[in-house]
């Protein structure tokens, strides 16, 4: 699987929106970029994932460059609870063993 | 519909002790996953399950067993506890369609261990 970049670290004010960059160059074809998060304490959590397009859920949007080798995912108003460490994965479901493969990810700090 | 779930939550293990971390999915998912957090790192995988009967090594599996008898549970054995053994163990699955899986990891709410 390919490998991902992400900042260590990011802050944010509440009610801001966030921008979570995340570089993957050497991105296949057939690679999904999926997002993570983790709460403190908790088990991590789906946020979103998409192939090509733009992605919109209820928790977040996914901004995915034209060339695939970067990815944004875009919290439009963070609140407290948003503060977690996210995640950037790729995954290849037909060449891999389905496992995800974490990096440190980007700590998210939400101040009030 | 419960999802993922690990017991124990905590647990406090002497050297050489063992113990089992019991891990249910009650989503009739084929793969589970162990994995292992150890402090401001990201997960590694210690063995996974494709179905019942089933099992493999993932990237750090000295020192577990696993066993899949059940498509619901998939508990992960560490027979002779050592304290680089000290982390938070995570069980997931996702869901999956003809042996290709099409949906995210729900991940359980982890057991705490930690080996003196």
């Known amino acids: 699987d390919a490998k991902t970049t992400q900042p260590n670290s990011m802050e944010s004010n509440e009610e801001e929106p966030v921008h979570l960059p995340c570089n993957h160059s050497?991105?296949?074809?057939?690679?999904?970029i999926h997002w993570y998060r983790q709460l403190p304490s908790q088990g991590p959590e789906y946020v979103i994932h998409g192939l090509t397009s733009n992605v919109n859920n209820r928790m977040a949007s996914l901004a995915i460059a034209e060339d695939r080798k970067s990815s944004t995912l875009i919290l439009h108003r963070a609140t407290l609870r948003d503060a977690a460490v996210y995640y950037c994965i790729l995954i290849n479901y037909g060449g891999s063993q389905g496992n995800l493969i974490f990096g440190k990810g980007t700590k998210l700090s939400v101040k009030p | 519909n419960a999802g993922v779930t690990q017991t124990p939550k905590f647990r406090i293990l002497k050297i050489g002790q063992s113990m089992t971390l019991q891990c249910t999915q009650d989503m009739n998912h084929n793969y589970m996953y162990w994995y292992r957090q150890d402090p401001g790192m990201g997960l590694k995988l210690i063995y996974y399950?494709?179905?019942?009967?089933?099992?493999d090594k993932g990237e750090v599996p000295n020192g577990y067993n696993v066993s899949r008898s059940t498509t619901e549970d998939f508990p992960l054995r560490l027979e002779l506890a050592a304290p680089s053994q000290t982390s938070v163990y995570f069980c997931a699955s996702p869901s999956s369609t003809s042996g290709v899986i099409t949906d995210t990891q729900y991940f359980g709410p982890g057991t705490r261990l930690t080996v003196l």
């Open positions: 399950s494709v179905g019942a009967g089933i099992t």
């Open positions: 050497t991105i296949s074809g057939t690679d999904y």
